[in-house]
């Protein structure tokens, strides 16, 4: 039997959303500094960049993976909530 259209639009969105997903996992699970290599890499094909500008490209995404590996040695708990705080502003003109 062919698959009607709604069931492609169907398939078409439950793809869509798995993929923010998968990609999340992935980066979770890959090392930092490859993945910042890999990045520029991809900042490098994407763009055309002097020597100076894809320099500083790729020394920002290696300090970003040294972040990313400072956050990834907090200790976090599945009951851990984000610290949101909302304050409206109270000054009037």
């Known amino acids: 039997m062919p698959t009607s259209r709604r069931q492609f639009a ?13 990609a999340a996992d992935l ?3 890959t090392d930092s500094k490859p993945l910042a290599k890999a990045l520029t890499e991809v900042v490098k094909s994407q763009y055309t960049l002097a020597d100076d500008e894809s320099e ?10 040294t ?5 990834r040695q907090f200790p976090l708990v599945n009951s851990d909530e984000p610290d949101v705080t909302f304050s ?3 000054k009037r003109w």
Not at 56 to 65: D, G, I, P, S, W
């Open 67 to 71: 972040a990313v590996d400072r956050l």
């Open 88 to 90: 409206a502003l109270t």
């Open 10 to 22: 169907k398939s078409l969105a439950a793809a869509g959303a798995a993929v923010p997903l998968a």
């Open 56 to 65: 500083r490209v790729a020394a920002t995404l290696q300090e970003l993976a």
């Open 27 to 29: 980066l979770a699970q």
